[in-house]
């Protein structure tokens, strides 16, 4: 964990080491090279004191840019590609741009809430509907993974950034992806070994996918 006392002149994360927001933030970081301290968060603790000064939900991640302080990871990950637009990790066209925005919306709203209870349920019929809609919405997307060099395009972008954390904790949630999944197999292989993907990983997070 990376401390800080008072140096709002530079960039700092404050990250969950498991939490899959601020893993695909992390990924974004890395795929651009930004030079940032990163605070480690622990789930279901209160934060740091610096959080809860800045941050009125208390949520990670939460960055901090000399007087920006940001708290939504889609407005974080936005704010970076466009803050930092080398490698730019969005479309120019304006209406490429909306359609990646929109699948965003669609992962945030249809994979992540069903990860997350995978992650938080103890309950067995609860997890068991989970990984079941997590693993056919997955699979739903096939031709997508397969179409492309990466999801939707030639070029790795936001929206791999996003999927490439649920897919890295596929087996850590007990879901085995088969049948038509090789092109999802495939896109997985290039994606966990960009050096910017590792980068990005927690030693937490190393642990869940062997």
């Given at each position: 964990?990376?401390?800080?006392?008072?140096r709002?002149?530079?960039?700092?994360?404050?990250?969950?080491?498991?939490?899959?927001?601020?893993?695909?933030?992390?990924?974004?970081?890395?795929?651009?090279?930004?030079?940032?301290?990163?605070?480690?968060?622990?789930?279901?603790?209160?934060?740091?004191?610096?959080?809860?000064?800045?941050?009125?939900?208390?949520?990670?991640?939460?960055?901090?840019?000399?007087?920006?302080?940001?708290?939504?990871?889609?407005?974080?990950?936005?704010?970076?590609?466009?803050?930092?637009?080398?490698?730019?990790?969005?479309?120019?066209?304006?209406?490429?741009?909306?359609?990646?925005?929109?699948?965003?919306?669609?992962?945030?709203?249809?994979?992540?809430?069903?990860?997350?209870?995978?992650?938080?349920?103890?309950?067995?019929?609860?997890?068991?509907?989970a990984?079941?809609?997590?693993?056919?919405?997955?699979?739903?997307?096939?031709?997508?993974?397969?179409?492309?060099?990466?999801?939707?395009?030639?070029?790795?972008?936001?929206?791999?950034?996003?999927?490439?954390?649920?897919?890295?904790?596929?087996?850590?949630?007990?879901?085995?992806?088969?049948?038509?999944?090789?092109?999802?197999?495939?896109?997985?292989?290039?994606?966990?070994?960009?050096?910017?993907?590792?980068?990005?990983?927690?030693?937490?997070?190393?642990?869940m996918?062997?």
């Amino acid at each position: 964990m990376t401390v800080i006392a008072n140096r709002r002149s530079a960039m700092t994360l404050f990250s969950g080491p498991t939490d899959i927001w601020s893993h695909r933030t992390r990924v974004v970081l890395a795929e651009k090279g930004i030079n940032i301290d990163i605070i480690d968060v622990t789930n279901g603790s209160s934060g740091p004191e610096d959080l809860l000064d800045i941050n009125p939900y208390n949520t990670v991640p939460t960055l901090v840019d000399r007087d920006l302080i940001l708290y939504d990871s889609r407005v974080i990950i936005e704010y970076l590609d466009e803050r930092f637009p080398h490698p730019p990790l969005m479309p120019v066209d304006p209406v490429t741009r909306a359609h990646f925005r929109l699948v965003l919306f669609r992962i945030e709203r249809d994979w992540y809430p069903v990860a997350e209870k995978i992650i938080e349920s103890d309950d067995r019929r609860v997890l068991n509907r989970a990984r079941k809609e997590l693993k056919e919405s997955i699979l739903s997307s096939a031709e997508v993974f397969a179409a492309k060099n990466f999801f939707l395009g030639d070029d790795f972008s936001l929206v791999d950034s996003t999927i490439a954390p649920i897919l890295w904790r596929l087996s850590s949630f007990g879901i085995e992806l088969s049948g038509r999944a090789r092109p999802i197999h495939r896109y997985m292989k290039k994606v966990f070994e960009r050096p910017s993907f590792q980068e990005g990983l927690t030693e937490l997070e190393q642990e869940m996918h062997q």
